[in-house]
């Protein structure tokens, strides 16, 4: 394999994590303020779903980021 090869499975690879660990922490950090608020207030579990959600939408905004970032880097060094 050329070097160029190499070098594109290694961003591949980083990439990929890059992504699972933006999504993880994303919702992680939503739950913990949801549970945080529901212990505040006194709800049982009536603000972590609801942080959850607003999570999992965080991360798939910054996962879109991060992809159309990517791309256009790649689109201007060919």
Do not use: C, E, H
Not at 29 to 54: Q, V
């Amino acid at each position: 394999m050329k070097s160029k090869d190499w070098q594109l499975i290694i961003q591949m690879i980083a990439l990929i994590s890059q992504l699972g660990l933006t999504m993880v922490v994303s919702v992680g950090i939503a739950f913990f303020i949801g549970r945080f608020l529901d212990r505040l207030l006194g709800y049982s579990f009536f603000l972590t779903p609801f942080f959850m959600i607003i999570g999992v939408g965080a991360g798939f905004w910054s996962i879109y980021q991060l992809i159309s970032r990517y791309f256009n880097r790649r689109k201007k060094d060919d």
